[in-house]
């Protein structure tokens, strides 16, 4: 054997070692992570070895990793992310497979999901969260928006607007709770 066959071979079982070491050090938060999403053990057990794939197909991942300690979970549950929203993509496009007509006769003639009882409460429900966002102090309200619209992670939050990590955390919770607040009182009135 040449020695240029065995140097790939061996930085494959160190990249390998390096990626199994790392998986087991944010193992806890990123089966948490994706259990939340997908509530299923079995399913949470695939996606972390696709993660694992996707982590091997990166040439060099050490020295990538390297500069990046404190944010190396995040990484993490970056690429798991992408692989759920990946497989309710797959999903959504096997559900539209396997669409029925609705020319069958077995299907009920009315949805409430268009109801325009249910459209009105629905609006009704977005208009009391938006009075909510908008008595709220702008950073908060900035925050939010980045976080849920744009899908920013808290650290790139916090790198844009220049504030710490623990205050996007505590913006995004004040936004949730007068969310939440907004739509109890909906409720309420209903």
């Known amino acids: 054997m040449n020695q240029r066959s065995v ?4 930085r494959r ?3 390998h070692k ?3 070491k ?26 972390l070895q ?15 990793l390297a500069g990046r300690l404190d944010t190396t979970r995040n990484y993490l549950l ?8 990946d497989r309710a993509r797959r999903a959504q496009v096997r559900k539209q497979s396997q669409h029925v007509s609705s020319a069958d006769d077995d299907l009920p003639l009315h949805c409430e999901v ?13 208009q009391r969260i938006d009075y909510a966002l908008q008595k709220l102090r702008p950073e908060q309200r900035k925050a939010f928006l980045l976080h849920r619209v744009e899908g920013l992670s808290y650290r ?8 710490s990590v623990s205050t996007i955390e505590k913006h995004i919770a004040a936004t949730l709770l007068a969310a939440r607040k907004a739509i109890a009182k909906e409720e309420q009135h209903d």
């Not at 193992?27 to 996606?47: G, M, P, Q, W």
């Not at 790139?156 to 504030?163: A, H, M, R, T, V």
């Open 7 to 10: 140097l790939p071979q061996t």
């Open 13 to 15: 079982v160190a990249s």
């Open 18 to 20: 390096f990626i199994e």
């Open 22 to 47: 790392l998986l087991a050090e944010h193992s806890f938060a990123l089966r948490r992570f994706i259990r939340i999403r997908l509530n299923s053990e079995h399913d949470c057990e695939d996606v």
């Open 50 to 64: 696709e993660v694992y794939v996707r982590l091997s197909q990166i040439d060099d991942l050490p020295a990538k």
């Open 78 to 85: 970056q690429i798991a992310s992408n692989l759920l929203i």
């Open 114 to 126: 268009y109801a325009p009882e249910r459209q009105l409460a629905n609006k009704r429900k977005l």
């Open 156 to 163: 790139e939050i916090s790198d844009q607007l220049g504030l």
